[in-house]
């Protein structure tokens, strides 16, 4: 299937809003969609629009993976309901641990979650609701980067060529699929949503896990999640299109109080960028990247070593993997 991507410059976000509402209300008829939540803008605004269209007949969860960042499943789940969204917050962490355990190839993790979300998790709750529709917030830089087979995003699976009703049960229905990201932020403020959340830095699907190289094991999700707390609250107010820590599998040889101390790597990654498509790590002051070390390592125990990226994308990516 082909999908048309609408230019920012295209779009009218309330025919846009108006138009998807009716799409989404017609798909469903009389009956019930389960809608996947995780909080990032893509989710959120898929999730205010579906709300508008079923109002009760959508059945909206919020899956804990344990990938999360500190406080959020908390903050994300309140968050809807003060928007009068109803969230039922589902404990799934030891499914996705289990999962991920032994794993260490890239997209072996990627595909090993994409299972776990859609067969494992979504399939029953699909089984047990009866509602035969899912909707989520896929958004054409997806699409385009899976297909280019950059990197088989978490959340892509027509487009390559997999039948959700035959593998999982359910129809997929995915609103904002012809968006890239500043179109998705111009139908959340149409919406009327809070600025915090269609203004939010962007987030993998796979959340820490896309941060962390080599097995993803609670233990190193926790590292990577405290090194994330310092880098958000250092680096907010740069104005950057997105921040994030990633630990790194190899280990380095280090000091601490006169001793030899093997430990943990961390690599923080700060881009200007529109779109996603493209972007160049920020200029960053000297200073600010000095506190940010000393910070890790002193707040993230067995941190020795602090690098920032400094390599455009293209040939990096936005995540490390
Ligand atoms: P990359 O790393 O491919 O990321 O340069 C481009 C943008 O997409 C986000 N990203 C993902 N989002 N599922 C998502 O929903 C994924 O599997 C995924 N991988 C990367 C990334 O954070 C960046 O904004």
Redesign the pocket.
């Known amino acids: 299937m082909a999908v048309e991507e609408i230019k920012i410059e295209d779009l009218n976000p309330h025919a846009f809003i108006e138009e998807q509402c009716r799409l989404i209300s017609e798909e469903v008829g009389s009956s019930r969609a389960v809608n996947a939540l995780s909080g990032?803008v893509?989710s959120s605004v898929t999730t205010m629009l579906a709300h508008r269209a079923l109002g009760p007949g959508l059945l909206t969860y919020f899956i804990d993976n344990g990938l999360m960042r500190e406080g959020e499943p908390e903050s994300v789940v309140a968050g809807m309901r003060n928007l009068g969204v109803p969230v039922v917050s589902l404990d799934a962490r030891n499914a996705f641990f289990s999962a991920l355990k032994g794993k260490t190839d890239p997209e072996e993790k990627?595909q090993a979650i994409t299972d776990t979300f859609y067969r494992t998790i979504f399939g029953t709750l699909v089984r047990e609701s009866g509602a035969p529709y899912l909707l989520q917030g896929t958004i054409y830089?997806?699409v385009e980067?899976t297909v280019a087979g950059?990197?088989r995003?978490?959340?892509i699976l027509a487009q390559l060529g997999i039948d959700t009703e035959k593998a999982y049960g359910y129809k997929v229905i995915e609103p904002l699929i012809r968006l890239r990201k500043p179109g998705v932020r111009a139908v959340g403020k149409a919406l009327g949503m809070p600025e915090n959340m269609y203004k939010r830095p962007?987030?993998?699907?796979?959340a820490l896990a896309?941060r962390v190289i080599g097995e993803v094991t609670p233990e190193r999700i926790a590292l990577v999640r405290k090194a994330t707390v310092v880098v958000e609250e250092e680096l907010e107010g740069v104005g950057a299109f997105?921040f994030m820590a990633i630990l790194h599998e190899d280990r380095v040889t280090g000091m601490r109080n006169g001793k030899r101390e093997y430990g943990f790597q961390i690599e923080v990654r700060c881009w200007d960028s529109q779109d996603?498509v493209t972007?160049a790590p920020t200029r960053l002051a000297f200073d600010l990247l000095l506190k940010l070390a000393g910070r890790i390592t002193s707040e993230v125990p067995g941190v020795v070593s602090v690098t920032y990226n400094i390599t455009p994308?293209p040939p990096s990516?936005?995540?490390a993997l």
């Open positions: 990032g893509d990627r830089t997806d980067e950059i990197k995003q978490h959340n962007p987030f993998p699907g796979p896309a997105q996603a972007a994308k990516t936005i995540e």
